[in-house]
């Protein structure tokens, strides 16, 4: 039995402060976006097939999604979705397990109707905003998924990261999936979870790259859609090595920190560059996984451990992270680089998160929209491009909020 849908959650919101920080054109040659690409990822010329492709919101709404686990006694999990301009939450659960816990929500890039979740129990999709939801067929069962990409050229084409680890692709919209050959962990590190595929992305130049971030054992890619993969992890491990970067909490090597990857994205700005976000803090590879270097995210922030990195989808040279003490925290902010990371600021100012920082989703559309989730059921928000900050508070039981989405 699944819970009814659309309960109202009444909440309370917060204005904050005054921050102001516009998003600036996009690069020179590089159109705005104007297709609602996949969640926030780069906008560049082709992204779409056709011009029939472009973005459709009759009802102009937007809407805010936000996926939370239950792994806690107690605790509560599930989809909560709130329309911009009200207060209200609702917890949304026609169709989905009596008990989700739902780590990734990506919006359809071309009808903001279809919505595709991960949950324990598969991939889930709804066709109208989240009011009901379908279980879609999966060749393999018993596995959670935590990260869902949809192709930035074809929408047709779709790639599903889970724990443990795999990753499948669908080539008709998630109508069905294939689990692809050659996808392990290296083993490096042992936990007392699966290793999980926690995020994928595509080089917006060149498609067919994909890289997939393990949460604990570090970066696999593919440059033929998935095909065939290989470990781009070992610098990482000797990154390791320096001091400052080692960092042991739940298994016998150092190298957890390092490998403890949680997000990356690729900008068409810097063509064939990666920039992951792991424990340790922001980390960069100019050469698709070969070498990596440290950003250095403690010289702007004393918050270094990195749970989301993002590209602006209305400049390619604009990255956006979430940033905590730790996985367990009673802090966390958002910082903003309009230089491809070589510097950094704080742009969430007048809100106070409570919890680790975990999600930030960038409006594929309107670039005042910001939003970003705490691990214990704060959302943040800005409409006016950060001239202010507002809050909302989901219900106390919820405890791990993964996934947050816009559009």
């Not at 270097?293 to 403690?298: A, K, L, R, T, Y």
């Amino acid at each position: 039995m699944g819970r009814a849908s659309g309960r109202v959650l009444a909440t309370k919101g917060s204005a904050s402060r005054s921050a102001s920080w516009g998003w600036g054109p996009a690069v020179r040659g590089e159109p705005m976006n104007q297709q609602c690409l996949v969640g926030w990822g780069p906008a560049v010329p082709g992204e779409l097939t056709n011009r029939r492709s472009a973005m459709v919101n009759p009802s102009g709404l937007t809407h805010v999604y936000v996926g939370a686990a239950a792994r806690i006694p107690g605790a509560l999990g599930g989809i909560f979705r709130q329309t911009v301009g009200s207060d209200h939450w609702e917890l949304l659960g026609k169709g989905l397990p009596e008990r989700a816990d739902v780590q990734a929500i990506i919006i359809h890039p071309t009808d903001p109707n279809v919505i595709f979740a991960g949950s324990q129990d598969g991939p889930y999709r709804s066709r109208d905003r989240g009011a009901s939801w379908e279980k879609l067929p999966f060749p393999d069962s018993g596995l959670e998924v935590w990260s869902i990409l949809i192709h930035p050229r074809d929408p047709q084409t779709m790639y599903l990261g889970t724990s443990p680890v795999a990753v499948y692709r669908s080539d008709n919209g998630g109508d069905s999936w294939r689990k692809l050959p050659g996808v392990n962990s290296p083993g490096r590190v042992k936990m007392g979870f699966p290793c999980r595929v926690t995020r994928l992305a595509i080089d917006p130049t060149y498609p067919d790259e994909i890289y997939a971030g393990l949460e604990v054992d570090g970066v696999l890619r593919s440059r033929d859609r998935g095909e065939t993969w290989e470990d781009v992890g070992h610098d990482l491990v000797k990154l390791a090595e320096r001091p400052h970067l080692k960092s042991r909490i739940a298994s016998d090597t150092e190298n957890e920190g390092m490998l403890d990857s949680h997000a990356l994205t690729v900008s068409s700005a810097q063509p064939g560059t990666v920039f992951l976000a792991v424990r340790m803090g922001l980390f960069r590879s100019a050469d698709r996984g070969k070498t990596w270097e440290d950003m250095e995210i403690g010289r702007f922030s004393p918050l270094t451990y990195a749970r989301d990195v993002q590209v602006s989808p209305h400049d390619s040279r604009t990255l956006v992270a979430a940033l905590s003490p730790a996985a367990r925290s009673k802090d966390g902010s958002l910082y903003r680089s309009d230089d491809l990371g070589q510097t950094w600021r704080r742009i969430d100012h007048g809100i106070k998160a409570e919890s680790t920082m975990m999600a930030v989703s960038l409006h594929p559309r309107d670039p005042d929209q910001v939003y970003s989730v705490a691990r214990q059921g704060q959302v943040f928000g800005t409409r006016d491009g950060g001239r202010s900050w507002k809050e909302w508070r989901l219900p106390e039981k919820v405890q791990d909020i993964y996934a947050v989405a816009c559009g």
